[in-house]
């Protein structure tokens, strides 16, 4: 069973959490950084991205940067910008998106969880990657973000989630600036309440799924990992042995759709290129109206002007393969490898992916400009499909999932 238990959080002032408060490192580029932190001395990007207080042009994986963000993260608790809780506690931060709320139990997951396949992940990881986050999470002795996790609704626990919000003032609770989205966020300071809780995960909650934070909870893990082999007195109970996580049930979570743009048709012609496509298709042009898919297994295509509707043949997917059922495995082995030669979704310069919080728009205006020559939409990954792709040991193709609101960071932080 898994084990999710409370920790002694480090947290911002109520007046100052909303500007402290950021998006993940990985959703932007140091320009972006500096510009979101700019008149802002205490964004926790300058932790999260120190390199926007380094030398211009300076590598952001450098150690200079590292050291930066150490000092940075010193100065803010010296400033009293973050302050330890004194007891050991869960928090619940919820996020509104379009009207609709989901609210997640933050607590810290366990290293040995990650070890024995308790929390189960659908994504590959790249050592580059989780190299950097654990020098982050080396140098700062700390987990300055959490990761996205999910697990299978709990009815008691959305019982003491729903009395809490329902009769308790947010300790946080402000619409963010930068993405336009309400977030909210409880202090469960009642012991009889966080005990209830983590006894609730040791006995009703199997397993944990990685939602979106592959690599920094594979770079928690390995630090926790190398804490506990430079320990000779390690007793389990060291907080370098968990990590932080947000963790919702998965009938609260939507998935939006991750969609791909490519930058020219394999030296084929525009008519030679759509008729490839009624191999595999049902091809419908819509007109120059944008059209999105409606279901699974239907695509939209966006090529010289016209939307497409591209709807899967029979017999081009299974339906009983955890894999072989996803749309984006249907687009990858008939249309960017088959027809357009694009082997590795990883390393190909010709392709590029565009969360679907950017609309369609945003592929239309990236053919439109002749950045690039067609566009993909595709209909999201449900829970479920994750759920079972997890569950089966299975791995992801690239660029499947986007989850949205994304986690802010800043709101509690868990050192270690």
């Given at each position: ?137 080396r140098t700062n002795n700390a987990n300055l973000e959490p990761v996205f996790f999910s697990y299978k609704a709990v009815p008691e626990i959305d019982q003491i989630v729903k009395n809490i919000v329902e009769n308790q003032e947010p300790e946080y609770d ?9 977030h909210h966020f409880w202090v469960i300071r009642d012991k009889e309440t966080n005990k209830k809780i983590e006894e609730l995960f040791s006995r009703k909650v199997p397993c944990t799924y990685v939602a979106d934070g592959h690599h920094r909870t594979a ?172 569950d089966t040991g299975n791995i992801m193709p690239p660029k499947t999932t986007w989850f949205e609101p994304k986690l802010r960071s800043g709101l509690v932080i868990h050192e270690i």
């Open positions: 069973m898994a084990i999710v238990k409370p920790f002694k959080g480090l947290r911002p002032p109520k007046k100052i959490a909303a500007d402290l408060s950021c998006l993940p490192y990985d959703v932007m580029n140091s320009r972006e950084a500096a510009d979101m932190a700019k008149g802002k001395e205490f964004s926790l990007l300058h932790i999260t991205r120190a390199e926007i207080d380094c030398p211009p042009d300076v590598d952001a994986h450098s150690e200079i940067v590292y050291q930066k963000s150490a000092e940075n993260f010193r100065k803010f608790k010296e400033k009293g910008w973050l302050v330890p809780d004194e007891e050991p506690r869960f928090y619940i931060y919820a996020q509104t998106m379009n009207g609709r709320t989901q609210y997640g139990i933050v607590g810290c997951a366990a290293c040995s969880d990650y070890e024995n396949g308790i929390i189960k992940k659908h994504e590959l990881t790249r050592p580059d990657k989780e190299e950097d986050r654990m020098v982050h999470i402000f619409t963010a600036k930068d993405d336009g989205f309400g770079a928690a893990a390995r630090v926790g990992l190398e804490r506990k082999a430079k320990n000779p007195n390690h007793t389990g109970k060291e907080e370098y042995n968990f990590f932080m996580a947000v963790h919702f049930p998965d009938n609260q979570l939507q998935i939006i759709d991750y969609n791909r743009v490519v930058k020219d048709l394999n030296g084929l012609s525009e008519k030679d290129f759509l008729e490839k496509l009624t191999e595999t298709f049902d091809v419908v042009n819509m007109g120059n109206a944008t059209y999105k898919p409606s279901r699974l297994h239907e695509f939209s295509m966006y090529l010289d002007g016209n939307w497409y509707k591209l709807t899967a043949k029979e017999g081009t997917y299974n339906d009983k393969d955890p894999i072989g059922v996803l749309d984006v495995t249907i687009l990858s082995n008939h249309v960017l490898d088959k027809i357009l030669g694009i082997k590795d979704l990883r390393t190909s310069d010709r392709i590029d992916f565009v969360g679907g919080i950017r609309g369609l728009k945003e592929l239309k205006r990236r053919v439109d400009n002749g950045e690039m020559k067609v566009a993909f939409a595709l209909y999201p990954v449900s829970m479920q499909q994750l759920i079972d792709i997890a």
